[in-house]
């Protein structure tokens, strides 16, 4: 099948649209993964930014500056850069998760060890920050930046709301927009500034990577309780395995009575699970309509990504963005 025919997903058509410039951003990424003194670093990097993933991030700068007419080199600059962060974020994720599988492979901590994942991520951070500044660009420097702080602050909440009962939907929207919906709306910001154009698009085009990354972290959660583990890379119920206390369970726990706060409070808060604890949490889900309220919350993201797209002026990139929007949401029907 062609990637233009109207079956043809979102980012596979982004992707044939984009491919000169995803080669030169694949060839910048290898040539700045290299390292001539620590040979572990290419090749824990190569695992992982060679593993099959669909560099979302990384189109979405190139796409938000060829939207805006930007014709100069440094667009692939920068969405090397936001891989190059990403792929940083998930070494040490897996790390602090104790993950054994990402993208339906074994993880780099279980290949390599801990200390290699967490180095190899710093050199992976230190690596975006000296491409960032290749642009000359003060402004994308200050945006990216500012989004790799505010990865590691959402990261860091995390730790703390993740297993607490009393964390709510607001608490987990916080570490949503910080963790996973920053580098979306960095990814788009920098697209536009780096192109020139009047502030109220580079607003549109950063409430659209906004929005897009929530709705992309609340599907990621939703289909840990209900996706198909080959799809996924992912086994179903690792975030309860993992006790992480994400929003279909927070909408539970918000529901529950007596009897279930203390099944949740055993296996969330105090990590105590047994056998058929797993099945007992998707009865609850299912009982309360969780799954479905999730899902209604992840669509309602989606159109708010839509509309600060459908903001900016007329454009194919435009509109495959806002397909992509759809998309996103559309991985859990």
């Known amino acids: 099948m062609s990637l233009d025919t ?4 979102p980012h596979e058509r982004l992707a044939e649209t984009l491919a000169t410039d995803l080669t030169e951003v694949n060839a910048l990424i290898r040539a700045r993964m290299a390292s001539e003194h620590a040979p572990r670093i290419p090749e824990v990097t190569a695992h992982l930014v060679e593993a099959g993933g669909k560099r979302l991030r990384p189109m979405l700068t190139l796409a938000a500056a060829r939207m805006c007419g930007y ?4 667009h692939v600059h920068l969405a090397a850069t936001v891989e190059f962060i990403h792929t940083a974020t998930l070494l040490h994720d897996d790390v602090v998760d104790e993950s054994a599988q990402r993208r339906g492979r074994p993880t780099a901590n279980l290949l390599w060890d801990n200390k290699s994942s967490v180095l190899v991520g710093d050199y992976l951070f230190a690596r ?3 491409l960032m500044t290749e642009t000359g660009n003060m402004r994308v420097l200050r945006i990216l930046s500012d989004a790799a702080a ?10 703390t709301a993740a297993q607490n009962l009393a964390t709510t939907e607001a608490i987990y929207l916080q570490v949503v927009r910080g963790k996973t919906a920053a580098l979306f709306s960095a990814a788009t910001e920098v697209g536009g500034v780096i192109a020139g ?3 109220t698009h580079v607003r549109s085009l950063f409430d659209y990577g906004d929005a897009l990354g929530v709705a992309f972290q609340i599907v990621d959660d939703l289909l840990d309780y209900q996706g198909d583990a080959k799809a996924t890379g ?5 975030d309860f395995r993992e006790r992480k206390l994400t929003l279909p369970v927070i909408k539970a726990v918000a529901l529950a009575d007596a009897d279930e706060r203390a099944f949740w409070k055993r296996t969330i808060e105090k990590g105590d699970q047994r056998d058929g604890d797993l099945e007992q949490a998707l009865a609850l889900l299912e009982a309360h309509g969780t799954l479905e309220a999730t899902r209604q919350d992840a669509l309602e993201w989606a159109t708010r ?4 797209m ?3 002026p007329p454009h194919p990139l435009r509109d495959t963005l806002i397909e992509l929007s759809d998309y996103v949401v559309a991985r859990i029907n």
């Open 305 to 308: 990504a839509k509309a600060a």
């Open 71 to 74: 014709d100069g080199p440094y």
């Open 234 to 238: 992912k086994n179903v119920g690792d």
């Open 150 to 159: 505010t990865i590691a602050e959402g990261e860091v909440l995390q730790l």
């Open 128 to 130: 975006s920050f000296q």
């Open 310 to 312: 459908a903001s900016l």
């Open 197 to 199: 154009v009047d502030e």
């Open 6 to 9: 109207p079956a043809a997903k």
